[in-house]
């Protein structure tokens, strides 16, 4: 629970992977929609990766569960079978137990949870009997998904018990392992076709995405379904619809999963024991691909007209995404990216960035090793306000978790990252009705390109600043060189001049430095050099031309007084310098100025000549002192 300043909040967390899918997407908004009917918020967790692959792309995805703070948490769901890492799913489970969260596995029992699983294997043999028993099929082939996968393995197992009760002999040649994806069931289908089987009268697919594939396999050789070729799936997943005919499949109601599911939550926080192994059946759905149902030619009208519409709308997505990031390109400060940001990110949400993001040293301590302990808003845009700035503890994940979770129900987390450097994260609010997470996936995506593009940019703009400062700079004392000098003076006059202001230029040089480099060496002579350079003038361009030569230009509205002003100053510093210093020596100095209006370098030129001139005269009269 979350206790604000003005109440408490209930929340129970989500961990999903791939909530673009359909399968974990409908379980997740069923999930929510039920938790928003109990008075819960929801904060939701998602890696748009499955992290099969253990690499740094998959590890910069999983950084997102570091995010997760459990002390705020009521009850945390996790589905398994959506985070492809075990030991990612178990290190979230380790560390929800520490923390006293009770966890509810979803679609796998996992040891120390709570477990809602769904009842695959009697749905599956009533389908497999709906095509033995009442289509009368004798020649069935089975596209399995992966082999030695525990769901994939069942549903073999009761395929061939079904077969058997019907006194029908199990063909190996009939069996394929699909994988439960489109290329390998095409591998499949193509063994099917030049088996020299008779052809099958019937395919039972174990999942609805192999089905589609296998019937289009079967269109494109000629097969009529179902005249020629019965064909079934499992899972229901939204895509199903899409495909002509209809597929006989199985589906579980989710509606009533995500009313069981937070049930079980409501009951463990009243302090009842809901069972630890929760089982909801899947629902034996039966449509055209086996002949029960006739094909509606409407219907498949109406299902062309609303996919077209979904290309169009992602489409325009991706229109939009472009000029995104063609704005985002001409961006070089952070608030112009972060406005360019607002307005093609989701209409409410948040870009948080480490705060070490754009510096060139990491800082070594982190929160839950992938975040810094507080997080920059580099963007917040609600209800159309957008606003960026401000620094806030990590572990509150938004910079007014209050106000957020008073506005929005439902929130999903995502990892910023390029390749395995974490950037941050972006926070979404999300609605449970018509929400387009393929969009979000997008957006983070281009905007995770976009963030590593505008970092380099800025590192590569500060290493040329630096290199433009090295060239600029006197190595010795760090003040301007002459080409420093000049380069800056430029800008100083033409300010002048807009100003009606005039030009003053100083030429000082340091007296009897050879004798200081005979004497005492010529590390204490530059140590004198050193010391002379440090005499900056506020607001004044100071550098050093070479040896013991410098030039300070500044502007003023009275020359004279300027000139007067800065003779006092430099003495001042110089006898009090002298005074502090342990030298055996004192610096003393020639100094000479000469002022004007001054437009053109020609005319600077000749300004530094006279302050030259003036500065020799009086070194000649210093001289004749000795």
Known sequence: MFSGVRAEYKI???CVAGIQTDYVKEITMSVCRHAGKRGFNVLLFNSFTDMYYDNAYGRGEASIYDLISFKMLDALFILPESIK????????????????????SIDRVMNGCYSVIFNYVDTFERIVRHVVETHGCK?????????????????????????????????PERLGYGDFWEMPTRKVMKRFFDSPLPFPEAIVCCNDAMAITACQELRSNGYRIPDDVIVTGFDGIELEKFN????????????????????????????KQPPKIIEIPYNMRVSQSCGCKKIDIFEVGDKIMDLYRRMNDSDGHETHLFSYLAKSVECNTPDELSAVMSKYADHNSWCCTNTDFLSKEKEKNRYNESFTNRMNVFMQCEY??????GVFDTQTLLPDLEDALEKHKYIMFCSQHFQGDVIGYIAVAISTEAFIFQNTRRFLYNTNQIMESFKNRQQLQCANDELAQLHMRDPMTGIYNRSGFHKNARKLM??????????????????????????????????????????????????RFGGDEFVVITSADDADECIRMFDSTLEKRLCSHNKRSRAPYDIKISCGAASGKLRLQKELEECIRLADKEMYRQKRRHKAKL
């Open 12 to 14: 129970i967390g989500v």
């Open 85 to 104: 890492s075990d030991a990612v799913t178990n290190e979230i489970i380790s560390r929800a137990k520490e923390n006293g969260v009770p966890v509810i």
């Open 139 to 171: 020649r069935v082939n089975i596209i399995a998904g992966t082999k030695d996968n525990p769901f994939s393995e069942e549903r073999v197992r009761v395929f061939k018990k079904v077969l058997e009760e019907n006194g029908i002999e199990f063909e």
């Open 244 to 271: 002509n005919p209809r597929l006989t499949t199985a589906a579980v109601d989710i509606d009533m999963f995500g009313e069981i599911a937070v049930g079980a939550v409501s009951d463990i926080l009243e302090g």
């Open 384 to 389: 159309g306000k957008y606003s960026s700035g």
């Open 494 to 543: 033409k300010n002048a001049a807009k100003n009606g202001k005039s030009v003053v230029v100083f030429s000082i040089d340091m007296d009897n430095l050879k004798g200081i480099n005979d004497t005492y060496g010529h590390n204490e002579g530059d140590r004198a050099i050193k010391a002379l350079a440090k005499f900056d003038e506020s607001g004044a361009i100071c550098s």
